[in-house]
């Protein structure tokens, strides 16, 4: 609920559980009074504030806790928005104007609009709560309310200020290609963290726009944790800046690298969302929460309540060698073992052959290797009931393609400098109009001459030379990708779309938000992907795990480590599934047992793809991991225990359950492991109190325990 305290001036903006509140101060600065858990009387904080203010400020003449500060006063830390004006002057100072609640689908919305005090420029606050959620979205609208130009040079979206004077602990997700969501832990103390991407393309192999601080005594059930997430997948900037007051402002936004906007008369700009949450539960609350949000708000609500079809995927087995026999005779097998979505991958068009040469940007069948098109293939898969699925990556060109010699002006490239190519390919400059609508047309030809049933969008390289390009062109390049992808879900409401950018470069919820799978990682091997997966699932619906084959090749192309069948298909259960191995050069003994799990994961995949995920051990702290998947009924649960590289004699504590009823009674199917349909009846507090016994033994330990209400 929003409601606006006229008496006191206070704006307090609840959600079931927490509150922020809001207060323009006498002289017209937003500040903010507090945010976290749910206060009965938002107006007894501001009788606390003044006397605490007085002591932090001393004599300094400088605004305390700004909501959306700015380089005004004596304020030397970071600003939300710089611009400069028509005279050359760069003072932005805002004051508070008018504020509007209003109500919407799913929730309501208050827009706060804070006006500059010497020039014709505003800015108008948003924040959208969410029936049910504890979250707050928040962005920005930077406006241009005269007649001269304003240059914008910084446009955050907004702030998320925790408890005052607290020493706190910051987690992040930071890594690189193959080795995405890496745990990473580090001491905000005074001074600045940034949190950023400037690579233009794609931020997340390097860092997730993700943040979570506790006070350090939060874990995964107890302790105050505030986090953010801004929802965008080219340059951003998270700045975490503890000042001398003790007061720590996370600001969240664009990056300002490389980009400035220039807003002509009666223009504007809107920043993208930064979500910000609190728990009060520790972690386990906190990716409850995310979870709700993507499953009731955020992601394509016409298929969210879809099963994921198992994919079949032709990446793995022959990466760019395919063609009309290979997939003719794949889709066969494929159907047999249980499969339900054939994809081909890479290599399908114009003149690909591997990814050093030709192809990209002629988004036309290779006519060697499907002399008769793709409909045969298609029509085959349809005919047997299966889907049918292609990759593209249409951000990208060869400058061997035809499509460069017809529009050489199309690529991002400096002619003075010599071309820096990441994968031998160039980048379309999509932040041309004509560009995105020739993506959009071909995306549209392809779904509909193919008759495709799904869409894996790769894109694999960064921004290096981008030659003669106006400010504002980065941000261009992201909105005018989101377009084309709402057009595509708008137009297409039931084909799949696949998240991919070399793995998980795009796994962030601006992208996020009109996927259904996000690719997590192109490193599929078992034993990396446990860590992976928990990183991941930390933030992402457990359905939205994608990639060309979760249950991996073996050995493992990566890293050459083998890993028995069954201990990568229980861990591909884990998200939406897709087989990579080669089922063309598969033994029967190996096809009879890939069958078989397929059969297996059918029947609890009702349960897993849009389950809360529980952290009973985890993969960054033990050599066993167990996760519990709730179902969001909390009637049926999985619980998966992976084990590799145990010592000695190790004996594993009991496994406490979460979440479910501890009046009702359970049946516990397959704890004896030789007959795993046999089941013990248990009352949930016997399975959350005392626990489940699990011994883990041997290397590359992989086990499934179903939980049903009776
Ligand atoms: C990178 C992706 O992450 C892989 O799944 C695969 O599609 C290749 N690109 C194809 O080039």
Redesign the pocket.
């Known amino acids: 609920m929003i409601k606006f305290n006229s008496e006191k001036n206070i704006f307090t903006v609840e959600t079931p559980n927490t509150a922020l509140i809001l207060q323009p101060d006498k002289d017209g600065r937003l500040r903010v009074l507090h945010y976290g858990k749910k206060i009965s009387n938002p107006e007894e904080v501001f009788y606390i504030l003044p006397t605490v203010d007085k002591y932090i400020s001393s004599s300094e003449k400088r605004p305390l806790r700004a909501e959306f500060p700015t380089r005004e006063k004596a304020y030397y830390a970071e600003p939300c928005t710089e611009a400069v004006f028509s005279d050359g002057a760069r003072e932005v100072q805002l004051k508070y104007k008018s504020y509007i609640i209003s109500k919407t689908d799913n929730g309501e919305k208050l827009e706060i609009v804070l006006e500059d005090r010497n020039y014709p420029f505003c800015v108008k606050l948003n924040y959208v709560i969410y029936d049910n959620i504890d979250l707050i979205d928040k962005n920005a609208e930077f406006c241009n309310t005269g007649d001269e130009s304003i240059k914008l040079t910084r446009m955050k979206s907004g702030t998320l200020l925790p408890e005052w004077n607290r020493d706190f602990r910051l987690m992040t997700y930071a890594g690189s290609w193959g080795a995405e969501y890496k745990k990473q832990i580090t001491q905000i103390n005074q001074g600045r963290f940034c949190l950023e991407n400037t690579r233009g393309t794609a931020g997340s192999h390097q860092n997730i726009p993700f943040f979570a601080l506790d006070c350090g005594d939060a874990d995964e059930t107890k302790g105050n944790v505030w986090f953010g997430l801004f929802q965008y997948s080219g340059d951003f900037r998270i700045d975490f800046q503890k000042e001398f007051t003790g007061q720590l402002t996370v600001s969240a936004g664009v990056n300002d690298y490389d980009c400035d906007i220039t807003l002509g008369k009666g223009e504007s700009y809107v920043s993208p969302v930064f979500t910000t949450g609190f728990s009060a539960n520790g972690y386990e609350r906190m990716s409850e929460t995310l979870y709700d949000y993507q499953y009731d708000v955020l992601l394509p609500q016409s298929k969210i309540k879809e099963i994921f079809p198992i994919i079949y995927?032709t990446?793995y087995p022959y990466?760019?060698d395919v063609d009309e026999e290979k997939c003719l005779g794949f889709i066969e097998k494929a159907k047999k073992i249980g499969a339900e979505l054939f994809v081909i991958?890479?290599?399908w068009f114009g003149r690909r052959e591997s990814?050093t040469l030709d192809g990209l940007g002629d988004w036309y069948c290779h006519k060697e290797k499907f002399p008769n098109g793709l409909r045969p293939i298609s029509d085959k898969a349809h005919s047997l009931g299966m889907k049918f699925g292609l990759?593209v990556?249409p951000e990208m060109i060869n400058i061997k393609s035809d499509l460069y010699k017809e529009h050489p002006e199309w690529v991002l490239e400096n002619p003075k400098i010599e071309r820096t190519q990441i994968?031998n390919q160039s980048i379309l400059n999509l932040a041309r109009e004509d560009v995105c609508e020739f993506i959009w047309e071909t995306c549209d030809r392809i779904i509909s001459e193919f008759n495709l049933d799904y869409l894996?969008w790769?894109m694999?390289a960064y921004f290096t030379e981008i030659g003669s390009n106006d400010g504002a062109f980065r941000i261009r390049y992201i909105e005018n990708l989101y377009k084309i992808w709402d057009r595509i879900n708008k137009k297409y409401p039931h084909v799949l779309l696949e998240n991919?950018?070399?793995?998980g470069?795009r796994a962030d919820y601006g992208l996020g938000k009109y996927s259904d799978r996000v690719?997590r990682?192109?490193n599929s091997d078992p034993v990396d992907v446990l860590k992976l997966h928990e990183g991941f699932s930390t933030i992402f619906l457990p359905r939205l795990a994608g990639?060309?084959?979760n249950v991996a090749t073996n050995p493992h192309h990566l890293n050459g480590r083998n890993t028995p069948l069954k201990y990568r298909a229980i861990l591909g259960m884990t998200g939406s599934m897709s087989v990579g191995i080669n089922i063309l050069k598969s033994d029967e003994k190996e096809l009879e047992e890939i069958t078989s799990y397929i059969a297996d994961f059918k029947k609890i995949r009702h349960i897993t793809q849009n389950a809360y995920l529980y952290r009973l051990s985890s993969a960054f702290e033990n050599n066993y991991t167990v996760w519990e998947y709730l179902a969001r009924d909390r009637k049926n649960a999985v619980v998966f225990i992976f084990a590799s590289g145990m010592n000695y004699r190790e004996l594993v504590p009991f496994v406490k359950l979460r979440g479910l009823d501890k009046g009702k009674a359970y049946r516990v199917y397959g704890e004896n492991e030789a007959n795993p349909d046999s089941f013990r009846v248990v009352h949930g507090d016997a399975l959350m109190d005392f626990g489940l016994y699990i011994t883990p033994r041997g290397d590359y330990y992989a086990h499934k325990i179903r939980i049903e209400e009776v």
């Open positions: 995927n990446w990466e760019f991958d890479d290599g990814d990759w990556e994968r894996k790769d694999n991919c950018a070399s793995g470069g690719n990682s192109d990639g060309a084959g």
